[in-house]
């Protein structure tokens, strides 16, 4: 499968809130960096998703660009992350890095503004 529409797929997982399959997108030693924090190894990053996913009741992911090459995309995409009471739209790139293997080894993810 190549490494936009594994990247594609990854997001909507992760719009799903749908923790295994988020795991199954990632290697075992993947490292995840965001402006709030960093995560490392896939116990660590599974957490910092499913933090994300118990403080929003829904998450909407609108894919505006891809950039890739073989094992690296950036996506660039709108967020809206949505609960009860709040509501925060982001502009966020993800830079994901694919192994050998095509799983994700590694997301840096920037807010824009």
């Avoid at 709040?86 to 050998?100: A, G, P, Q, T, Y």
């Amino acid at each position: 499968m190549e490494s936009e529409v594994i990247a594609m797929k990854y997001l909507d997982a992760f719009q799903n809130q749908n923790i295994d399959e988020l795991g199954a997108f990632f290697s075992s030693s993947v490292k995840l960096r965001d402006w709030e924090q960093t995560a490392n190894g896939i116990d660590a990053v599974l957490e910092a998703n499913a933090k994300i996913f118990s403080s929003f009741e829904k998450i909407h992911v609108e894919i505006l660009n891809i950039v890739k090459s073989v094992f690296q995309v950036a996506v660039e995409f709108n967020l809206d992350l949505i609960s009860d009471s709040e509501r925060f739209s982001l502009l966020v790139v993800d830079i994901i890095e694919f192994d050998k293997d095509m799983k994700i080894s590694a997301v840096r993810a920037y807010k824009g503004n």
